[in-house]
Every structure is written in structure tokens, then in C-alpha cells.
């Protein structure tokens, strides 16, 4: 809602103006208007940020609902479809690597009008894919997009949180997993009444496009921050041994997000026969619990101890694992489910925040290091999943992070640790 500030002449008195009548003079006044078809100009950076992470989300949550249909269309044994998945990894860590520089001279906001709408047309494109080579060489460009986006987000943020002096990045990630959650759940319900693959994407496509435009119109960049003496980061940063016990905390977190994603749907359609709506509100229900806790996670972690919150949150997930492992029936799997989402949902933040405050290099070395080499995780995780599956069957492809669970509670102790 927009509002205007409207003077008005004593012989055309209009509704909303005071007309004094002793004087007979208009008074002047703000008059609420609400203009519906212009709501998104008047979106605050803040809240622009969070609209364009639950966009963002929202094209890879339609993809992923469809994903068990697209196995099955594919006749592909797990390895093979894992194999093709790894496409989406290969594309983003490309741009991740070296798409910076070409972002900050095209400009966030031509980057965004081309790459929201890319995303969503090339998963569209992906789901047409008539075998897993396909598969692959549509999910690389998909991914390209996908990791110029994440990095102009993540910079908007950053800068906002700068210039506003509030903290506002674990709560931009909770919009992430709510438009993850929402438009896989919306996936779900298309699939169960019977709408094709390639009309659900197609028509998200066009939704996005539109919404792009509509958010971006009037965007404008956040200002840079200003830094003196700052050195360009090398494509690779080597990481140190604390930033290596930090990877280990954040591995469960990583395979167990990759497994939710790739093979939550298929587990439930090949373990209980589920329908498409269950298998896709497997998708989308640790999505759905991520975005919760994630919503309250910066104050929580800020009054506790960081070790005893990461430890807590990493039982949870070996818990909602084991559930998951275990499951008898197709509810039992869901809690499962929901459980892993609880409990991954703040760990890489927590590991990010300590790589930061280290004083042994510089925050930006760290940081880059931890998620450069966090990241590989997801580069292999699909193929090295599906291998699993195909050979010892799906639940193993959960069960393999319980003995990462265990490493990484015990690792955590170096939360606690002065120089982080």
C-alpha cells in the first residue's frame, strides 16, 4: 500500500480531505491509497531480499516434487539418476568459482531478470529429458543459474545487514526453505491430480517470469560496503586444519539435506508404494521444519552455548535418520523426515559464524574455505547416494550419515573455542 500526500482545491473537496470551515481552506493530508498492482515498489530491501530467496527456493522445490516421476520416466536405476542429478552441483560450483566478477559488472539487477526466469525454464526443460545424459546436460545450465543467484542474494543480504545494522541472513535462509516448502507441497498436490511434468514446470516458469519482473522493476543494488585493503580471494582457498574439523560438523548436515532433496520422494514411493502427494510432502516437510527453526534460529543460538546447540540439533537429525532407516510405515518415515529438518537447519550457520570469528587468517579465507570445500559435499553426494541405493538398497542412503552424525558431535567441541 502506497500513501500519498494530496492537496486539494476548497471547490473540489475530494474524500479524505479536511476542509476547515471557518476558513474554508483545505487542510492538508495523508491519504492512504492502496495500489495492489504496485505493492512490490513499495517493498522495503529487507523484505524485496526475502521475496527473492522464497522465489529462488520455489524454483528448485517444483523441480524436486517431480523428481520420483522423472525416475520413473527415465526408467533410470538410482545410480544413473544419481549420476545425472550431480549435474545441478557441476553448474553451480562453476559459477560459485568464477561467476563474481561477471555479476558485479552486468549488476544485480540484470542479473536477477535473467537468471531467476533461466532457472526455471531449464528445470522445466529438465523434466522433459528423454534419458539421465540428458538429464545431466540440462541440470549443468540449471545449475549455472542457480549459483549466480544464490551469489547475488547472499550479497544483497550482506550488504542490507551492513547498512541497516541488523541481522537478517538466517532469516532470509528461512524464506529459502519456505518457498522450498510451499512450492514443493503445491508440486505434490499437482502430481497427485494428475498434471504432467512438463505443464506443472512450464506453467511455474511463466509464474516466476512474471513475479521477476514484478518484484524487480524497481529494484535497486544495495551500496557496496566499504573496505579498505581488501584482496581479492584466489578461485581455490586452502583450508586450514580448524576450518577442516568445522567441515566435519557441517558433512551430516550436507548429505542429509542432498539425501531429503534427491531421494526422500523415491524412498517413499519405493519402500511403501506412496502416493505422489506423500512422496512429494516428503520433499517438502523438512523444508517446511528447516524454515521454522530457522525463523527463530539467530536469537536461540545467540542466548546458548553454540557447542550444546549444535550437538542438540545433530541429535535430532540422527534421530529423525534412524526413524527414517527404521520406518515401518510411510508416517512414521515422514516424522522422520521433519526431524532432519529440525535438526540440520541451523548446523552450517553455526560452523559459518565460528569460521568467521577466528583470528588465525582473515574471516572472508575462512569462510571461503568452509564453504568451498562444504560444497564438494554436494558436488558428490547425488552419484555417491544412488550408488548406495542401487547396490544396498535406498534406506542405506540415509543410514550412512549416523556414523557422520556421531563424528561431528564430537567435533564440536571446537565451537566452543576462544579464537572462534
Known sequence: MKTETITREVAEPTSGAIVDPEKQSVMKVDIPRTRWRRAPASLTPQRRVFVLFFMFASCSGTFFARVPDLQLAL????GAFGGALVGTSVGTLVALTFAGPIVERVGHRRTLLLCLPLLSM?????TLAPTPLMLLLTLVPAGLALGVIEIVVNLETGRIEHATGRRI???????????????????????????????????????VSAATWL????FQAAPERACANVQPLPAFV???GPILILVCIVLPAMVLEGAGFNWSGIYMREQFAASPFLSGLAVAIGAGAQALVRFVADGFVGRNNPVMVARIL?????????????AGHEWIALVGFGLIGVGISAVYPIAMSAAALRTDRPAAVNVAALAQISFVTFLVAPAALGFVAEHWGIRW???VALPFILVSMAAARVLASKHS
Do not use: D, I, K, N
Open 75 to 78: 526408467g533410470a536405476g538410482e
Open 122 to 126: 531449464f528445470y522445466a526443460a529438465a
Open 169 to 207: 541472513m538466517s532469516r532470509a535462509h528461512a524464506f529459502w526453505s519456505l518457498g522450498f516448502f510451499v512450492s514443493s507441497l503445491a508440486g505434490a498436490a499437482l502430481a497427485q491430480l494428475g498434471l504432467t511434468r512438463g505443464w506443472h514446470l512450464g506453467l511455474a516458469a511463466v509464474l
Open 215 to 218: 518484484v524487480l522493476r524497481s
Open 238 to 240: 586452502r583450508p586450514s
Open 314 to 326: 545433530l541429535a535430532v537429525a540422527g534421530l529423525g535418520t534412524a526413524l527414517v532407516v527404521a
Open 397 to 399: 542412503s540415509f543410514a
